[in-house]
């Protein structure tokens, strides 16, 4: 499976959860019986990477997000960022720009056009900040 399917799926899952109590494991469950989308280790692995990490990735969210509070921004793109976040903050083998190009491409396929510019805009304000933070300014 290339990156992109798997983030794709960890998307599914992750925009799934909103709706649910279920278990993180519950969820991993049952979307190997539907079996509409491909799963495997890579999936279930980064799937519950970003889940356990899930309200400090909303933290975030919340403070890069300008206009609109939390339990305003569409779950679409809240299950977008905290991937795109996610590997961003823990992942060395994803470069920031990657991961946010990708989360704009899942944003373009799947939300409104206006999210796709507050997806993108969010992602770059955190990673200018990080990235000042990182070189002393």
Not at 36 to 52: G, Q
Not at 62 to 89: C, T
């Amino acid at each position: 499976m290339k990156r992109s399917e798997i983030r794709e799926a960890v998307f599914f899952l992750t925009f799934e959860k909103f709706f649910t109590n279920d278990t993180t494991e519950s969820v991993i469950e049952t979307a190997y019986e539907a079996d509409i989308f491909e799963m495997n280790d890579d999936v279930e692995k980064l799937f519950i990477a970003v889940d356990e990490k899930a309200d400090e990735l909303d933290k975030i969210i919340a403070e890069f997000s300008e206009k609109r509070q939390l339990n305003r921004i569409p779950r679409v793109s809240a299950a977008i960022l905290r991937i795109a976040l996610y590997e961003m903050l823990y992942d060395d083998k994803v470069p920031d720009n990657v991961a946010i190009s990708e989360a704009v491409i899942l944003t373009k396929k799947f939300a409104f056009e206006q999210d796709v510019q507050f997806v993108n805009g969010l992602l770059g304000a955190f990673f200018r900040t990080r990235n000042n933070e990182n070189s002393g300014n």
